[in-house]
Structures are given as C-alpha cells and as structure tokens.
C-alpha cells in the first residue's frame, strides 16, 4: 500500500503539473475589437473549435453565418448561440464540402445575398477516415479539409476584395509536420499505404501551402490569409475512431485544451489588429510561429496551387 502511494502521489503531481503548464502555455485573444456590421462565415460551426469561434464572433456583434452540413445539428448551434450571445444576426446555411456541388451552390448564395464578406474561417475538417473516398473519387479526407475549401475561398474571393480589409483563416494543423512522403502529383493517387493518420497530416499541409500562395497572390489587396494549428483539443474529432481508442483519447481529453481555448488562435487571426504583415504566415497560441520545415520549399506552393485548379476541373469541368 505504502509503495502504491509512493508511485501514485508522484504520477499525480507530474500529471497535475502538466496540465498547469497546458493552460500556462495556452494563448488566449485578448482583443477588445467589436464586429458590428461585419459578416463571418465559419464552416463546421456546429461543435467544436468552429462553434466556439462562430459564438466569440457573434458576441461581438458579426453576422455570423454557421456554414454546416446536418441542418438539424446546425440549426441547434445557431439557436445556442443567440441565447448565449443576444445576436440575432446568426444563420445556419447548408455546406457540405465532400460535393464540390454543394460548395457551388453555397457560394453563388452567399454572392447573390450577402453584400460583404469580412471574415471567412475555412475550419471544417476530419481525420481518421484513412483512404475512403468522397463520391467523386477524391480521397474524403483531403476534398473535405483542403479541396472543397480551396474552391469555396476562391469563390468568394471577390466578394472579399470588394469588402477590404477582410481575412481568411485556415484551420491546419501540426500534424502537417509528420507528412511523409508529400508528392503534389500524387495528391488523389495516393492508393492506401503508410498509416491512416498520413492523408489527414497530408490535407493539413495542403492548408498551410494553399495559405502560403493564396498570400501571394493576395498582395496589392486588403485581404489577408493565416493559416493556424489550435493545439490538442478535445472536441468531437476523435468520434469516429475505434472503442478503445475513443476511451484513450477521452482520458487524455483531461491534458488537452477545451474548445474554447483551442478556438483562440483561430479567433486571433480573424479580427487582431496589426498582424496584416503576417499574411500567409502560421500561427499557434496567438504568436506567429516560423514555418514548418516541410512548408518552406518556396516552389510547392505554387506547383500545389496548380495541381489543384487542375485537379478540380477535372470534376467540375
Ligand atoms: N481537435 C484537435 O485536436 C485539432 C488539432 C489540430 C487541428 N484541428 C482542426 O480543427 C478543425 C476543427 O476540428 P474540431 O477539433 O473542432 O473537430 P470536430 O469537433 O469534429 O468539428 C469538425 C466540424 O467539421 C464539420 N465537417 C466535417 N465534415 C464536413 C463536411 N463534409 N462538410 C461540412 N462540414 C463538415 C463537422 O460537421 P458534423 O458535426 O456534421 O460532422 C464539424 O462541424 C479541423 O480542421 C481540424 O482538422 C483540430
């Protein structure tokens, strides 16, 4: 018994210890910036990190436009946040970026309705759906995390411009570190190899390069783009993976942040003041950090851009 303590109080302390510096480390946006009169898109608004964006946006008194793809699921968000927050101002609008379709017609809407665009946050994202395709033959995970938002941003980019000084957030990831074997010719041909976590870690590079060049060609607007990587947060993501894993992964919840804290980089980038000079850079904890080894090949994002105009007119002609 005594021995047992002697091992427990430590693991407990070291544990306790963690979490302490977890929410030491943890950045918060401490903007005081009000949003009244200004309109934000967030896709998949409806949990998690994109919940907790679209509520601090509308708080501050946006239009906020939850852009999900279960409208029952999207609507309750919506209905949450204007008890929380008193905005009126927040729609739910059908999305779904596994159809190119549906980013189509979600964008010829917001142009023909919304007469100003400040604020698009290109959040929706899964993992661990390994090499299952999309109906269109794309692998699920990239069309969902990186092409459909690819079209979707490039739609509305007029609409963004005519708005000025308007920002465009990606939602990436650390995981774009751990890519392997990154080859922009092979983005859709990739066949299952290497391990299931790689097509995720493969779409959040694509974010952070499709960030990168979109900076690029933004320069001489006002619009300006980040990329950011929330931190480990526990949030509905995990849901999809096996029993015992979820059971894992809930336990270590306890040593991640909550959606909250993992919306405030997100949240940093889409409204503080003064980072325009950082257009196209990354971000984590509300600090720029320098880029990631394997996103500073000064030719891939082009060549990735290229790719993918290509790849996306192959569907949609
Ligand atoms: N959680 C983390 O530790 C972590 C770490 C690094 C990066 N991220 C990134 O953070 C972003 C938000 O993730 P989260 O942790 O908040 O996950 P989450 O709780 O699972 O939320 C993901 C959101 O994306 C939506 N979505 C999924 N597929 C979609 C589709 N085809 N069309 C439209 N919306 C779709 C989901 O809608 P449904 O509810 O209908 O499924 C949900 O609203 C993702 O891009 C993720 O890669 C998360």
Same mark, same amino acid.
């Given at each position: 018994m005594r021995l047992l303590f002697r091992i427990l109080i430590p693991v407990a302390a070291i544990l306790a210890m963690f979490k302490l510096w977890l929410k030491w480390t943890t950045g918060w946006c401490r903007s005081n910036v009000r949003l009244v009169g200004k309109t934000a898109i967030i896709t998949g #608004? &409806? =949990?998690g990190i994109g919940y907790e964006t679209a509520k601090d946006l509308a708080k501050r008194g946006a239009r906020v436009i939850l852009a999900c793809r279960d409208p029952t699921r999207g609507q309750k968000a919506v209905e949450k946040i204007v008890k929380a927050t008193n905005n009126q101002n927040v729609i739910f609008k059908h999305l779904d970026l596994s159809t190119f379709e549906s980013v189509i017609e979600f964008a010829k809407d917001i142009n023909k =309705? %919304? #007469?100003?665009?400040d604020i698009l946050v290109n959040n929706a994202g899964m993992g661990f759906r390994g090499y299952l395709k999309a109906d269109n033959g794309f692998l699920l995970i990239m069309q969902t995390n990186y092409f459909g938002h690819f079209l979707l941003t490039n739609l509305l980019l007029d609409l963004m411009k005519k708005t000025k000084n308007s920002r465009i957030v990606n939602v990436g990831?650390? #995981?774009? /570190?751990? =890519? %392997?074997d990154f080859d922009v010719n092979q983005l859709n041909k990739y066949e299952a190899s290497g391990h299931h976590f790689e097509v995720y870690c493969r779409s959040k590079l694509c974010n952070l390069l499709f960030t990168i060049e979109l900076a690029d060609r933004l320069k001489g607007t006002s619009v300006t783009t980040y990329s950011v990587h929330p931190g480990a947060v526990a949030t509905e993501a995990f849901r999809t993976i096996p029993a015992v894993a979820r059971i894992i992964t809930t336990v270590l919840g306890w040593f991640m942040k909550n959606s909250l804290e993992g919306a405030q980089t997100t949240i940093y980038c889409s409204?503080? /003041?003064?980072? %325009? &000079?950082?257009?196209g850079e990354h971000f984590e904890d509300c600090h720029y950090v320098s880029r990631y080894k394997i996103a500073q090949d000064p030719n891939l994002p082009k060549q990735l851009w290229k790719v993918t105009e290509e790849l996306i007119k192959t569907v949609i002609g």
């Open positions: #608004a &409806n =949990t =309705t %919304e #007469a100003r665009l990831s650390i #995981a774009a /570190k751990f =890519t %392997e409204l503080q /003041k003064g980072i %325009e &000079n950082y257009s």
